[in-house]
């Protein structure tokens, strides 16, 4: 990378509305994924915890598909949810998708999201291995 941040922009109606980016990579190869919840084509998806939750991290790699990134690259992921009773399928759902990659979690109870039919909310952040290579050989910290 050339010192830029890279944006990723899917369109979602949320992301106009409120002024943010579904993604962004800084120039260190970092990359920040915004919240992303099990809404597909407009419509909640998924009626369940452990599925919404893999709904949701679905729209997070597509959005690190488009910097040419994947679910192997992802070192840290936030899950929020809205009821206790929904850590196990949660938790099972991220076991699912993440157990031979384990990154950093972090899994926090909140009292809602802008729509009542949605369980979870994920985050996840993710880093490009050839530009922190590049940084730490220039001196930089990676």
């Not at 944006?7 to 120039?27: C, H, I, M, N």
């Not at 790699?61 to 679910?71: C, D, E, R, T, V």
Request: proline share 5%; with cysteine.
């Amino acid at each position: 990378m050339t010192g830029e941040l890279r944006k990723v922009v899917t369109g979602a109606p949320w992301e106009d509305q409120f002024g943010y980016s579904r993604a962004v990579e800084l120039p260190n190869g970092t990359v920040l994924v915004s919240g992303c919840t099990s809404v597909v084509g407009g419509q909640i998806a998924g009626g369940g915890p452990h599925e919404q939750t893999v709904n949701s991290f679905n729209v997070a790699f597509g959005a690190l598909k488009q910097l040419g990134l994947g679910p192997e690259h992802v070192v840290r992921t936030r899950m929020y949810i809205t009821h206790a009773r929904d850590v196990e399928e949660v938790g099972r759902a991220h076991k699912e998708l993440f157990d031979a990659i384990r990154p950093a979690a972090s899994m926090i109870i909140v009292s809602g999201f802008v729509d009542p039919s949605l369980v979870v909310e994920v985050e996840v952040e993710a880093y490009r291995p050839e530009a922190h290579r590049a940084g730490t050989d220039r001196g930089e910290g990676a």
